[in-house]
């Protein structure tokens, strides 16, 4: 079945840092990829999507694009701000019709002043 | 315009008692799905509606939890004889494409 394997955190950068949190993808056929990103007290929202390998999803300074050579969509950012601190979320969904998500464990990034 | 919304945000019960948790969908999508999100795990997928039809009940752990989906919108996910390790957080969402999922806020439940 599919699967989606992310770093454990909590990371912790200090602002204007470099982020990288990495996932890495298990799936059949070619599956849509997410980062979903929940602040705190809030709910799930979607950060970004890649629908086909090599494309590149980016929203308010977050980068991820689908590698399918190494089934990964690690997320990048390059200078990380305090509100950026929330648990960060990597899904897939497989393809054709309706998949259900299949989410990581999530990642919780604290970034400090 | 009005996102996905659910309710209660906060229930804590009894071990044994019933609950049941609600949640409206943002108008107009037909696809809506329950997830579970434990604390130290991630999100696991309880079910999917596609329209008032469960197409997919394949993360339902146990008989005693359930979930219907009236006239297209409003669900209703329901446990029987809470157990303690049935304290989670439950998210709903809903979505118009097979992509893109939209999520409520949430109802943190806790089984005393």
């Known amino acids: 079945g599919n699967s989606v394997t992310q770093m454990e955190g909590p990371v912790t950068l200090s602002e204007e840092a470099f982020l990288t949190i990495n996932c890495t993808y298990t799936?059949?056929?070619?599956?849509?990829l997410f980062w979903y990103v929940q602040y705190p007290g809030e709910g799930l929202q979607l950060l970004l999507k890649?629908?086909?390998?090599?494309d590149k999803g980016s929203n308010k300074g977050f980068e991820a694009t689908y590698r399918k050579e190494t089934t990964s969509f690690h997320l990048e950012k390059g200078s990380v701000q305090v509100s950026d601190s929330a648990v960060y979320f990597c899904?897939?969904?497989?393809?054709?019709?309706?998949?259900?998500?299949?989410f990581g464990i999530g990642t919780k990034l604290q970034v400090i002043p | 315009g009005a996102g996905v919304s659910q309710s209660p945000s906060n229930k804590v019960t009894e071990k044994g008692k019933d609950v049941e948790l609600r949640c409206d969908p943002i108008?107009?999508?037909?696809?809506l799905y329950w997830y579970r999100q434990s604390l130290g795990q991630g999100l696991e997928f309880l079910i999917y509606f596609q329209g008032n039809s469960a197409p997919d009940k394949s993360g339902l752990p146990s008989d005693r939890f359930s979930a219907e989906r009236t006239g297209g919108s409003v669900s209703t996910l329901t446990i029987q004889r809470t157990q303690q390790e049935d304290s989670a957080v439950y998210l709903c969402?809903?979505?118009?494409?097979?992509?893109?999922?939209?999520f409520g806020p949430g109802t943190r439940l806790t089984v005393t």
């Open positions: 899904a897939l969904a497989g393809s054709g019709g309706y998949q259900k998500v299949t």
């Open positions: 108008s107009g999508h037909t696809a």
């Open positions: 799936a059949t056929g070619y599956p849509s």
């Open positions: 969402a809903s979505s118009l494409t097979e992509y893109e999922q939209y």
């Open positions: 890649a629908t086909k390998a090599d």
